[in-house]
């Protein structure tokens, strides 16, 4: 009996309130046994009667039937059936979302993709290197995958990596690298019909390097890859050599297996324990003196029968510790936490909770169950969204009828048309606010002439135009008929200057000519330095006073006109010589006139005003200048486009077409330098004398709207001074640009979040932040939508790109953008990586969208629904970007100024916000005075705008 107490003890004592645990079920099999045992004695030795005989046997089979369900809750089968349940899901996943390093990092904790990414970081940087690389890899010619082989006989890294007759493997690599990508899976045992999806997530693990090799893919003509060739199948050709090599050690050296999926699968079906032991020990939950035990056998990786029961006792410790009463304590503490938010939320004391009935408390809990909390993000996204559409379109609504240039009954004084950037959104309004005679519009800012342009001292052609764009057009700069002698000198001398650069470029770039040039030219470097950093206004005035001294320049203009000469180093494998003919001139002219609605009216003047962006010391100025541009600078496509249209053979045809140019208007292009503020014109010296009074009021207009704009710029900047004097806001913002040590040069896209289709009347005198992309349409000259239709499919793309850009980079700046800037090194010229050794970041910085509120983008078309819908069913890039709600488009109809939201997989329905009176007031200055975050639209009315400060700080 005292046995059978002991036993009973132990029993009670691990009985939990569901289960028993091994321990005990063990000792309850042992009484079940002692009882048999028992019964047996007592029935030979004859000491009981029939009826307690039969009573006994019944409660034995009470215990019987009590232990075999007993034995169905036993915590090593329940336990190993969780680790088959989980072993079966892994090797599902095994070729579709899951590779052997991941696999093998979740069971070893070696990271053999972070080894690989290392290796392939330095080839490819070696390979795709355009200029920055003092030593270059040989034989690149022969493309990446040849060029590998020919130099991986001599890396004895492979060597110290321990990696076993890897020269034997490297020799016996096909010629072909897609032959080699096949034979490395059939090695691993990947299923053929998983091959695209397991090759996809080896290139997941570095997506800035396979997509810099993509990009090259898309672009065959791109001068380095004709000449350098790689590919995508030969990245994963050399990944997947040195990984597989890598994977084969480690099972080899741990199990004594093969890599193949089905080996493995196989193994740990007959080795539940361990898989077990091995995924609970990295995944890092563990207590201390679990993990302790757990990393002491997996080091000692036992086999055998003494091997399977070590496995099995740890496996079975760590699964009575996750169900230990520990947790449910937890998880009813954690309801208990829940529900105590959810009263404070609701307004609930604590007595209304006590009165709840239990199934009333668990309807609440059960209300927060049924939204989880990955559910809260889209939620709080939609209202986010929502909260600025209704600000924008009461402000819209509040100022129909209001704005200028619904029609133009009268000749504007003149007109300047700039990028959609919605950067421009502010100095659009400043112009406006000077003198509302003024008419701005927008459009997008290559203007239509899509070109391989040449400067005079660029030494290759590059394409201004969008990305999706091929431009077969080149156009240069020249010099004018009289510069020739002066033409003579600059180049020459310009020659010297490259020839001094490239130099001392190369001298400092070698390891050993670097160690003397540091003793020769040291101090004196200091001095640029100092000055960038202390006196940037100063320095830069300087070096372009030297500059202009000792290269002097040239007065240009641009060789717009056909001629069958051949473009100078062209790298169009087809070309159609220099220029556009006529024809071709009057067609971009009319496109461009039409998509702005500017086929009448035409003031005297009109400035195409290109953008771009300049500022020291930032490897993401691209990212700042025209995307329309294709991240280049688009000033030469506005001079471009004046030049065409000054031509008195385009106008001709043009009025043939119903756009009547009048022989006083003439075109200016411009260039305006979104981070510095400063307006650069083009061929001033070829406007009429009979302008030149008017022109000089418009730049002096255009030079204060460039201050003002620099003025509610500085509001934003935490170094900037506030609501300063004109001169002084622009001091500091021209300052930033030639800081050396500045991040936030300016903030770029960072405002966007909405874009407005329409005649400038619709946002002209808004108040509307920078935060618009202002894109002119006049629905009354496009009955049909063929303009609006030309407009969505050019604009819509790039203004959700720029949007989606931002928005990612600012969720997950980490992940999706590149974070901060403070680690970023410039990479081969053609990226950026963090410190020495990393991917290709890419995305935005985080010192670009620090301000940026993620939200997709409002876009507001001027047109009725009908029009919309035609659109909509022929194009199925629209009807991507609406469908999967990547923008949200609202309809504004032209007569009833009506606003209609598209609803996904609904359509149109009518906007119900209710229309509130806005602030209305003298000029912006007056409403963003004192305000540094973003603002509420506002109403401006400018009879009597702000006079002109021109004073000093």
Request: proline share 5%; aromatic share 8%; charged share 25%.
């Amino acid at each position: 009996m005292s046995e059978a107490g002991h036993l009973s003890a132990i029993v009670l004592r691990y009985l939990g309130p569901t289960a028993l645990n091994r321990r005990g079920l063990d000792a309850l099999e042992a009484l079940a046994r002692l009882q048999t045992t028992s019964l047996e004695d007592r029935t030979r030795n004859g000491d009981m009667n029939a009826e307690q005989l039969q009573e006994l046997r019944r409660g034995q089979a009470r215990c019987a039937d009590l232990s075999a369900q007993l034995r169905n809750r036993d915590p090593r089968r329940r336990m190993l059936a969780f680790a088959e349940r989980m072993l079966d899901k892994e090797m599902e996943r095994f070729g579709r979302d899951k590779s052997h390093s991941d696999f093998l990092l979740e069971l070893t904790g070696d990271d053999l993709s972070d080894t690989v990414n290392r290796y392939m970081i330095k080839r490819c940087a070696a390979f795709l290197d355009e200029g920055l690389a003092a030593w270059r890899m040989p034989g690149r010619g022969l493309g990446f995958y040849d060029a590998w082989k020919n130099l991986a006989d001599s890396d004895y890294g492979f060597d110290l990596n321990g990696l076993p007759a890897w020269r034997d493997r490297l020799h016996h690599l096909p010629a072909l690298a897609q032959d080699a990508v096949i034979g490395h899976l059939h090695d691993l045992g990947v299923k053929e019909q998983h091959w695209g999806t397991y090759l996809g997530r080896l290139l997941t693990q570095l997506p800035g390097w396979a997509g810099m090799i993509a990009w090259r893919v898309s672009r065959p003509a791109y001068p380095p890859q004709q000449v350098q060739p790689v590919d995508l199948i030969q990245f994963l050709a050399v990944r997947l050599f040195y990984e597989t090599l890598l994977i084969q050690k480690v099972c080899r050296s741990t199990w004594q297996l093969d890599p193949d999926v089905e080996t493995l699968h196989q193994y740990f079906r007959t080795h539940l324990a361990e898989f077990f032991v091995r995924r609970a020990l990295h995944s890092g939950d563990l207590p201390e003196f679990l993990t302790r035990q757990a990393r002491t056998l997996a080091a000692q990786s036992p086999s055998g029968d003494e091997g399977v029961n070590r496995w099995t006792i740890l496996a079975d410790m760590i699964w009575a510790h996750r169900q230990s009463g520990a947790v449910a304590h937890e998880s009813a503490l954690g309801g208990a936490w829940r529900l105590f938010h959810l009263a404070q939320f609701l307004g609930l004391e604590a007595g209304e909770i006590r009165a709840l009935a239990p199934e009333e408390r668990d309807r609440l809990l059960g209300a927060l169950d049924a939204f989880p909390g990955t559910a809260h993000g889209p939620v709080w996204l939609g209202a986010y969204e929502r909260h600025y559409r209704e600000e924008v379109l009461n402000a819209l609504a509040n100022n129909r009828g209001r704005g200028r240039w619904r029609t133009r009954d009268t000749r504007p004084r003149a007109q300047i048309v700039f990028c959609i950037d919605e950067r421009e959104e502010a100095i659009h309004r400043h112009v406006e606010e000077i003198d509302p005679g003024y008419e701005t519009l927008g459009a997008a800012g290559f203007f239509g002439v899509a070109m391989n342009y040449r400067g005079l001292d660029d030494h290759e052609t590059t394409p201004l135009c969008p990305p999706v764009i091929t431009p077969v057009h080149h156009v240069a700069e020249v010099a004018r008929p009289r510069e020739t002698e002066r033409l003579e000198t600059h180049r020459r001398r310009a020659g010297w200057y490259d020839v001094a650069h490239n130099t001392y470029w190369e001298t400092k770039r070698n390891a050993v000519s670097a160690y003397f040039l540091l003793d020769l030219v040291g101090l004196p470097q200091a001095l640029p330095l100092f000055g960038k950093v202390l006196a940037p206004h100063r320095y830069a005035r300087a070096v372009k006073t030297i500059r202009q001294r000792v290269i002097p320049p040239v007065r240009t203009t641009l060789a717009v006109n056909r001629t069958d000469e051949p473009p100078p180093d062209s790298a169009a494998e087809h070309h159609t010589g220099l220029g556009f003919t006529v024809g071709e001139q009057a067609d971009k002219v009319e496109a461009m006139l039409r998509n702005l609605g500017l086929t009448y009216g035409f003031a005297r003047f009109v400035v195409f005003t290109g953008h771009g962006s300049l500022s020291m010391n930032n490897p993401h100025e691209s990212a700042h200048d025209c995307g329309a541009c294709g991240g280049k600078h688009g000033g030469p496509n506005g001079r471009a486009f004046a030049a065409l249209a000054n031509r008195p053979e385009v106008r001709a045809l043009l009025r043939e077409r119903g756009i009547d140019i009048p022989d006083d208007t003439w075109f200016v292009g411009a260039m305006h330098n979104t981070c510095s503020e400063e307006y650069t014109f083009y061929d001033e010296e070829d406007i009429p004398a009979t302008h030149r009074k008017e022109w000089t009021t418009l730049t002096e207009d255009l030079d204060e709207a460039r201050a003002r704009s620099a003025q509610e710029r500085c509001r934003r900047f935490a170094s900037a001074p506030k609501d300063a004097s004109l001169y002084r806001s622009l001091l500091h913002i021209e300052g930033r640009s030639m800081d050396l040590s500045q991040v936030r040069p300016e903030w770029g896209h960072a405002t966007n979040a909405c874009a407005v289709v329409g005649r400038r009347s619709i946002t002209q005198g808004v108040f509307l932040d920078r935060r618009a992309f202002v894109i002119s349409y006049d629905p009354s000259q496009d009955p049909g939508g063929l303009i609006l239709e030309r407009i969505l499919l050019a604009v819509g793309p790039v203004g959700a790109g720029i949007n989606l850009e931002y928005y990612f980079s600012t969720v997950d700046n980490v992940r999706w953008g590149s974070d901060t800037k403070v680690p970023h090194n410039v990479c081969g010229m053609i990226g950026v990586m963090e410190g020495a050794m990393s991917d290709l970041r890419t995305g935005l910085p985080k010192q670009m969208v620090e301000v940026h509120e993620p939200m997709r983008l409002q876009l507001i078309v001027e047109s009725p629904v009908a029009i919309l819908g035609e659109i909509y069913g022929r194009q199925a890039a629209i009807r991507e970007l609406l469908d999967n709600a990547w923008v949200h488009l609202i309809a504004m109809d032209p007569e009833t100024g009506e606003f209609q939201l598209f609803v996904p997989g609904v359509g149109f329905v009518m906007w119900e916000g209710s229309v509130t009176p806005l602030a209305v007031v003298k000029s912006s200055f007056d409403w963003y005075k004192g305000k540094t975050d973003f603002l509420a639209p506002a109403l401006i009315d400018p009879q009597r705008p702000r006079p002109l400060d021109r004073g000093g700080a």
